[in-house]
């Protein structure tokens, strides 16, 4: 493999650990928006982690008895057999150790993420797509800036400029002493000659692009992500626009979670509850208002 190609292979790897990173980080911080109480009726192994995670992934889970495990409440796969009303009355069941159970409306309960009945995974990896463009568009144009040049020499001092240009992208200082003259045909010296790109600084614009998807992404899960800075350029009307907006985002699963569970309450005679994680969403609140306040005093002393 060449050197090209291998760099090549070296970014794309670089850029998909980046985006799966990404992806994982906002997997969990969307697990933990909702908390539930009695879910030991299923086994002391569920969790509200492990509930959120079958929303996020396949949109439903199904929780129903099985004559030898219990009560269990696992992602599930609707069937296209519906209702009039669109809703659909067979599902499978799918264990996350392969097993699988046919079910129906009259011996299980549907539980939906949201009356689409679509999981949070597609929206979760479109925005963590984005992010990692712009990170690596960044590193490009950082490193574009680094060195707004290009080297031109003879064969002969192809080591030579490799070193040199890996000196400045590593920030050291390149010095670049030739040991002997090259020289062309006719006899004239060969010497390195530089061309200058004139690439823009855009790492800025960039990272504000990403923080605009970053800000998407967690308004669509109902987190309020509006930093100090940027709540000062807002006026009331918009800022309460937009906290409206995020509650709506988190109330709206709200609801058919406490609707779906009362009907599981109903038919296997447990006392699950379900309620927004509102210490979650508070620390991770101020979390994000710390960490702006420190990006932004860190700009205005530069």
Known sequence: MSDTKLKKSMEVKEAEQLRLWLVNNFVNIACNLFKYKGLEFFGEDLTSEIVEKG??????????????????????????????????????????????????SKNAVLLRNNGSFSGDITMINYYCSRMTDCEMAMKVNINTNKMPFIVSGDNDQLLTMQNMLRQVTNNEIAIYKPKNKVKTAIGEPVELSIVKTGADYLADKLNDTRLDYLSSLLTYLGLDN????????????????????????????????????????????????????????????????????TESEGSKDE
């Open 226 to 293: 509006i930093s100090i800075e940027k709540r000062e350029r807002l006026n009331m009307v918009e800022a309460g626009g937009n906290d409206e907006h995020i509650k709506s985002n988190l109330y709206l699963k709200l609801k058919c979670r406490q609707e779906d569970w009362a009907k599981v309450n109903k038919m296997l005679g447990c006392n699950v509850s379900v309620e927004i994680n509102y210490d979650f969403i508070e620390n991770f609140k101020y979390a994000l208002e710390d960490e702006n306040k």
């Open 55 to 104: 929303y996020i992934f396949n949109g439903v889970n199904v929780a129903f008895k099985d004559e030898n495990l219990g009560a269990l409440c696992l992602p599930a796969v609707a069937s296209s057999r519906l209702s009039v009303y669109g809703i659909p009355k067979h599902y499978i069941a799918v264990g996350y150790n392969g097993k699988t159970w046919a079910l129906t």
